[in-house]
């Protein structure tokens, strides 16, 4: 499934939802561990697919590098999830390139590589049963582009040719 994530509040909750596990863990921490190894698959064995779309100044960033860290990025593995590297990454982590393709803000022949390349990236992580975390700024910029079906747009490219994922 697709979950698009807006906003400061949307950031607190994944990065509290992601934190690594503490050293020990009592039944109470192991049955939470669980609960998110289980979201990875939304309940039904189908890798989810979480889009963020933190506008700016609402901790996106801090976000983004939360999640490229490696001991981060070793939990989220455990888990089932990925945070993959952006196509063209200018701004550190951020999946900038994809929402500006998304958006049309790119030449088609620079979105033609971007958007082939999350294609066949999205589409094998899906395969091997990841759940993946997609994150930039830019993508909250698609709700108020000039297309009001700019959002719907994003969804029917990733269930069409993003990997397959579900809505």
């Known amino acids: ?44 064995g189908s890798p989810r697919i979480i889009v963020h779309a933190g506008p700016p100044k609402t901790g996106s960033t801090a976000l983004q590098h939360y999640l490229r860290s490696p001991h981060v990025q070793k939990s989220l593995a455990h888990d089932g999830w990925v945070y993959p590297e952006p196509v063209r990454s200018v701004r550190g982590g951020q999946h900038h390139d994809l929402a500006q393709c998304l958006k049309g803000d790119l030449s088609k022949d620079q979105c033609s590589h971007i958007l082939g390349t999350y294609e066949s990236k999205l589409a094998a992580l899906r395969r091997r049963g990841k ?16 297309d009001p079906n700019a959002i719907t747009d994003m969804i029917r490219w990733l269930t069409r040719k993003g990997g397959g994922w579900s809505a």
């Open 1 to 44: 499934s697709i979950v698009v994530v807006s906003a400061l509040a949307g950031a607190l909750c994944l990065i509290v939802a992601m934190r690594p596990p503490p050293r020990s863990m009592d039944d109470d921490q192991q049955g939470s561990r669980r609960m998110l190894s289980s979201a990875a698959s939304n309940g039904r």
């Open 131 to 146: 759940s993946v975390v997609l994150s930039a700024e830019h993508f909250a910029g698609l709700a108020t582009a000039s």
